[in-house]
């Protein structure tokens, strides 16, 4: 059974930085495909990132520049570093992995908040 486990989430003020992290247990093999989305209250969930195994990356929009995916397929780990953070960055960062072999799965992790205020 895969697991994903994300850690690094917190408060931050306004303009500062933040770095999630996210490990994949469970799997012999890295994941096709992994990265983030986040949700706020009462909003949809929305991309955040994602990258592939061979480094390939995919930015939701108006955050690439503020938001760096990075990976490390031996360690079957995918990282977010969000810098310049905003008020509207606040929400639940959910790390997403996409096995491609038979049967394709998405596998989701708990959440960390990340919460931005003064």
């Known amino acids: 059974q895969v697991r994903l486990e994300e850690s690094g989430g917190g408060l931050v003020q306004p303009g500062g930085s933040l770095r999630l992290s996210c490990t994949a247990s469970g799997t012999m093999y890295p994941l096709t495909v992994m990265g983030w989305y986040r949700q706020a209250p009462g909003k949809e969930r929305e991309l955040v990132g994602t990258i592939t195994e061979d480094g390939s990356t995919n930015y939701g929009a108006s955050l690439k520049g503020r938001f760096t995916i990075s990976g490390d397929s031996a360690k079957k780990a995918v990282y977010l570093q969000m810098n310049s953070l905003k008020s509207e960055d606040a929400a639940t960062y959910y790390c997403?992995?996409?096995?491609?072999?038979?049967?394709?799965?998405?596998?989701w992790g708990q959440g960390t908040q990340v919460t931005i205020s003064t």
């Open positions: 997403y992995g996409y096995k491609k072999s038979w049967p394709p799965t998405d596998y």
